[in-house]
């Protein structure tokens, strides 16, 4: 168990962090794709359920 967690902690030394301007960039294009979809899904949504209402 040892074992694992010092090459758990060896790994970690290992990985090429992001820096801070990285991240922001990567944040952003997170959180405007998520926005964009979540707008994108709401029309779909809603164009679905007009559709469905001219049939029922």
Known sequence: MFRFFRSVGTEMKNV????????????????????????????VDWLVQLFLKLFV
Do not use: C
């Open 16 to 43: 090429d962090w992001p820096n801070g301007r990285q991240l922001r960039r990567d944040s952003t294009t997170v959180i405007g794709t998520s926005l964009f979809f979540i707008v994108f899904l709401a029309i």
